[in-house]
Each structure stands twice: as structure tokens, then as C-alpha cells.
């Protein structure tokens, strides 16, 4: 057996929180697809937890709530939540019959769990979404309201729209502990979360969570480049952890094998895999999440009049 496939996932900071987080993040939103059985998702969020990488992605909205469930199930089993750090995030921005308080209950129950570790607000992604949020009663009040509750740990938020909407959430003066953005090798060329936001949760002493480092399978189509060397220019970048889609153990082993004993790709490698995206990279085609609506989930299309999206 080779030295990479024994070595282990690397753990790093997740900013000033004082936590060490496994750099490969366990993303929900697969595990409760239709294409994945119930079991195997559960062995994958068992096998994953086993391998060192027990950051676990979640959503309160995934599958309509089957991934929280299914996560919820394979962590009550063989003290399982108590090796992970557990995440998942609230749909809600504002406060209504279903505002953030409600859907926390209703995560909490699904997750089987008393806690989480940590808690962000889901898809900022609309130029109105800081308003509402900081908005009286709006999620902003709710994420302060569970952490003194002790329901969760740390708070942070999401978004894959636009880096200058990440700029009005960090000018808040608000006590984020985390973010969660896109990190890929097309996103410095267009955009650039990379280049306009981690300076900045860098110097707030921001935890990092990457996502669409495959930029939703895109970047493997458009470009040369393997899976291997865009997760790898992802992880390469001062981020705490990439969160990778999972939706069977084949692609668990993949994503391990990535990311066991993991070392930074070198200044030349990182100028390569620029080159390379770079012609492909024009007004976000293949970063469409930035781009078009098709990815907003299923609240904020109701949110904002969009028809939901057709099943998969």
C-alpha cells in the first residue's frame, strides 16, 4: 500500500474559531439525490467520517429534507455524530411562517441532533438578500438567537452568485465565523471570489468553505483538466476545507485518494492550469451559477418568483 493511500486527510483551521476541520468537505446535496440509495448514502457518510474527512455538508432544503434525514440516520448510528463536525444551512432570510427559527427546529430533528456545529444562512445570491437578511427579524437575528441558545456553534453563510454580494454581507460588522463561495480555476478569470473575497475573510479571520470546485462538472468538459488538478488548484488555495459532491462510494474513494497527504500545488502548476482555463472562462458559461438562475434552489425561486426547478 502506497504512502498517499495511507496518509490522512489534512486538517486545517477553520479561521478564529479554534477548530480543525478536514480539508475535504462531505457535501449533502448528493447523498439524498434520487441517484443514490438510501443505504449506500449512508455508507458514504459513514466511510467518509471513517477516512478523516468528517466535515459534513447539509441544507435544510436538499431533496426536501431526504439529505439531512439520511445524514441524520447514519450519524445516530455507531456514535458517528460525535466524529463529525456537522453543518447545514437555513433557507429562510427573512422572518414568515416558515422564517429561520422554525427550519432549524425542523433541521435539528431530521439531523438527530441536539446541535449544530455550524450553522450558515443558504444561497445569498440576490442583490436584495443583505437587506432582508439585516433587516429587523430578519436571519441575521436568528443565527445570534441560536448560538446564545447553544443550538448552534458557528454561523456563517453561503452564496455562488457574485463576489460583490459577499462584500455587502462581510461589511456588516456582523460576527461571521465562516463563508462558503466558489473556488475553481475559472473563477480567477471571472467574478473572482478568489480574488475579491478571501483577502478580505482573511483579514476577518474568516473560515473558508470552498464549493463548485468542479464548477458543477462544467470545468471537466470545457477545459482539459482532470478532476485531480481542479480539486487540487481548489485545495491549493487558503481555504479550510472544499466541499466535493459525493453520490457513490466510487466517487468517495476518488475524492480520498485526492485528498490524502495533499500538498499545495507549486507556483508553475497553478500558472498551467490558468493558462489552460483562462480562453474558457468568458462571461461565466461555465460557471452558470454565477451566471444564470438555473441553480437557485427551491426557497429562493419561491422567494423570487422563478417556477421551481423540473426533478431530476
Known amino acids: 500500500m502506497s504512502e498517499t493511500t495511507t496518509a490522512p486527510i489534512p486538517r486545517r483551521p477553520l479561521g478564529k474559531t ?12 448528493h447523498i439524498g439525490g434520487k441517484k443514490t440509495p438510501r443505504d449506500e448514502g449512508i455508507r458514504i457518510i459513514q466511510a467518509a467520517i471513517d477516512a478523516g474527512m468528517d466535515f459534513m455538508d447539509n441544507a435544510w432544503e436538499y431533496n426536501d429534507g431526504e439529505s439531512e434525514h439520511r445524514m441524520g440516520e447514519a450519524l445516530a448510528q455507531g456514535g458517528y455524530r ?4 456537522l453543518m447545514t444551512k437555513n433557507c429562510a432570510h427573512d422572518r414568515k411562517a416558515d422564517h429561520s427559527m422554525v427550519k432549524l427546529e425542523e433541521s435539528l430533528r431530521r439531523l438527530r441532533t441536539d446541535h449544530l456545529d455550524l450553522w450558515q444562512i443558504h444561497e445569498v445570491s440576490w442583490p436584495d438578500d443583505p437587506d432582508r437578511i439585516f433587516a429587523p427579524g430578519g436571519a441575521a437575528e436568528a443565527m445570534l438567537k441560536a448560538k446564545e441558545q447553544g443550538k448552534v456553534r458557528f454561523i456563517g453563510f453561503t452564496g455562488h452568485k457574485s463576489p460583490t454580494i459577499h462584500k455587502r454581507m462581510l461589511a456588516q460588522g456582523f460576527p461571521w465565523d465562516t463563508l462558503q463561495m466558489p473556488v475553481n480555476a475559472l473563477d480567477a478569470h471571472y467574478e473572482s471570489f478568489e480574488r475579491e473575497i478571501l483577502p478580505i475573510a482573511a483579514a476577518q479571520g474568516i473560515g473558508v468553505i470552498g464549493m463548485k470546485s468542479l464548477a458543477s462538472g462544467d470545468i471537466l468538459k470545457g477545459t482539459d483538466l482532470t478532476p485531480q488538478e481542479a480539486i487540487g488548484y481548489a485545495l491549493s488555495l487558503p481555504v479550510s476545507t472544499v466541499c466535493v459532491g459525493v453520490d457513490s462510494m ?8 485526492i485528498g490524502r497527504g495533499f500538498e499545495p500545488i507549486s507556483a508553475a ?13 468568458t462571461a461565466g458559461r461555465f460557471e452558470r451559477f454565477k451566471s444564470s438562475h438555473d441553480f437557485e434552489g427551491t426557497e429562493a425561486r419561491r422567494e423570487h418568483n422563478l417556477p421551481d426547478r423540473a426533478a431530476d
Open 18 to 29: 479554534g477548530e480543525l476541520v478536514s480539508a475535504l468537505c462531505l457535501g449533502g446535496a
Open 269 to 281: 502548476e497553478r500558472e498551467r492550469i490558468l493558462a489552460i482555463t483562462a480562453p474558457h472562462a
Open 82 to 85: 460525535d466524529r463529525a463536525f
Open 250 to 257: 466510487a466517487v468517495l474513494e476518488q475524492n480520498l485518494a
